[in-house]
């Protein structure tokens, strides 16, 4: 069994042994679902960007993600099948199939199955997972103390706040918002911000572009992108935004919950920061602030049992909606990552398709047809 599920087993009941995952990344042949993840420590109530901007005696050099290899999962025809008819449940709702991805995880058996998940999209806030994991690929080389990082994580991950985004995407990449750079002050900045995408780029993530920060950053009273910012972006009429695919999000999420992303340690803690708790769920199932993110309302746990164990990103748009989550049942039976995005504002502004299809999902994965 792998340290993490050592780990997140503390307060629950036995259950089989899992494979030690292997820095090849070789999907084992079964895999139990993991338990619901320890208590974080408790979290300072404020924090300031200057706090966590000096380094620790180390520069900030181009670091590679320590999975090299992506998983070898196997094609299944009955999740495609699952997947097909989850498209054709959007599509007999009316909603267009052609800016639809997804990509369905069988973690038990290493199977999966998918529908346009090569498709580059737009994001939104799923990025933000991405910029946790070249987080702790730096605090595991020293370059930060992960307490300074807390607070920040906390609001990014937890509550997908983009001042917080802003603040580490700084922070690990060195550089700031707002600035209007020229020559070769614009290109060591732009290089500088790039590193985030060739950390996972030179690790098989082909083409992926996580550079670009989310807007707004009312911190900083920046409300759209601005000098280096918008100048990274190119043409006005078809700026270079942030690009993911669902097989790449349902990769990283695989490594973290198989305890492969950076070190079982910290995959543990990274799995802490994007789980979400019975008890959240049910206080946001119903919860129409329009202040404040929910990560339930309009998501897949919404429509899913309170106890299953429960771990992802979401993000939405005025014109898209994506999510990406680890999904297990409390008896380890059934265990899968689902990742949908989609970019058209019929979906932005659908609030039941996303619970729809992850209830489907699960009655599925789960033989409750």
């Known amino acids: 069994m792998t340290f993490i599920g050592l780990a997140l087993m503390r307060r629950q009941n036995p259950s089989p042994s899992q494979p030690t995952a292997t820095p090849s990344a070789t999907v084992p042949k079964t895999q139990e679902s993991l338990p619901p993840v320890a208590v974080l420590p408790n979290l300072p109530q404020t924090a300031s960007l200057p706090d966590i901007l000096p ?6 050099s181009e670091l590679v993600y320590n999975v090299k290899i992506a998983p070898n999962f196997k094609k299944s025809d009955a999740l495609q099948s699952i997947v097909d008819d989850a498209v054709a449940l959007a599509a007999v709702k009316g909603l267009p199939t052609n800016p ?57 991950i937890k509550k997908s706040d983009n001042n917080a985004a802003s603040d580490i995407l700084d922070a690990i990449t060195q550089t700031k918002s707002g600035q209007n750079l020229e020559g070769k002050e614009y290109e060591y900045w732009l290089k500088n911000r790039k590193k985030v995408n060739k950390f996972f780029q030179k690790a098989g993530y082909e083409k992926i572009n996580i550079s670009q920060k989310p807007f707004p950053i ?13 100048k990274m972006r190119g043409d006005p009429k078809n700026p270079i935004r942030n690009k993911i695919t669902t097989q ?40 129409q602030n329009p202040n404040e993110f929910n990560p339930v309302r309009g998501y897949f746990s919404e429509s899913l049992p309170t106890n299953v164990n429960f771990g992802g990103k979401a993000g939405w ?53």
């Open 55 to 60: 380094q620790i005696g180390q520069e900030n």
């Open 218 to 230: 009312t911190s900083q009273k920046i409300y759209e992108p601005q000098g280096s910012d918008l």
């Open 317 to 369: 748009t005025s014109n898209t909606r994506q999510e990406a989550a680890y999904i297990a049942t409390p008896d380890g039976k059934a265990a899968y990552i689902l990742v949908v995005f989609a970019e058209d504002r019929t979906y932005a502004y659908d609030w039941k398709i996303f619970p729809q299809m992850s209830r489907f999902v699960y009655d599925r994965m789960t033989n409750r047809k």
């Open 248 to 287: 790449q999000a349902a990769r990283l999420l695989y490594e973290i919950y198989d305890g492969q992303s950076i070190s079982q340690i910290y995959s543990e803690k990274m799995a802490s920061w994007l789980s979400i708790d019975p008890a959240t769920r049910i206080e946001k199932k119903d919860d």
């Open 100 to 156: 639809l991805s997804i990509t369905l995880i069988n973690t038990k058996t290493g199977e999966y199955a998918a529908y346009q998940q090569e498709k580059p999209r737009f994001p939104a806030s799923v990025v933000k997972m991405f910029w946790m994991v070249y987080l702790y690929a730096q605090i595991e080389k020293g370059i930060w103390h992960e307490e300074n990082f807390i607070f920040y994580l906390n609001s990014m």
